[in-house]
Nanobody, 123 residues
Framework: QVQLVESGGGLVQPGGSLRLSCAAS????????IGWFRQAPGKEREGVSC????????YYADSVKGRFTISRDNAKNTVYLQMNSLKPEDTAVYYC????????????????WGQGTQVTVSS
């Protein structure tokens, strides 16, 4: 059974930082492209970032570029999203997913999804 579990969310003040983790089980994460997505109440899902399996190349949405960093630790079967300089508009449920591609500048995931972790940025 393929399973992704997100963790690391919480409540932070604007300008603060969080590190999200996406832990995989039931498969070896090394060979999959992994992406992070987010969805705020009443809004559509937004692709945030992704990382390849082959060469570790990364992609970021314009809204988070320069503030967020995606990385992977294959030995721990985990992908991370380091979020710095957080803004209230970053508030959302964050999900990770497998089988991610960047198509026409948009991150698309069509594999397995985790249950999400809540990130709230508020003063």
């Amino acid at each position: 059974q393929v399973q992704l579990v997100e963790s690391g969310g919480g409540l932070v003040q604007p300008g603060g930082s969080l590190r999200l983790s996406c832990a995989a089980s039931g498969f070896t994460l090394d060979y999959y492209a992994i992406g992070w997505f987010r969805q705020a109440p009443g809004k559509e899902r937004e692709g945030v970032s992704c990382i390849s399996s082959s060469d570790g190349s990364t992609y970021y949405a314009d809204s988070v570029k320069g503030r967020f960093t995606i990385s992977r630790d294959n030995a721990k079967n985990t992908v991370y999203l380091q979020m710095n300089s957080l803004k209230p508009e970053d508030t959302a449920v964050y999900y990770c997913a497998t089988d991610v591609l960047v198509v026409a500048g948009t991150i698309v995931g069509f594999g397995s999804w985790g249950q999400g972790t809540q990130v709230t940025v508020s003063s």
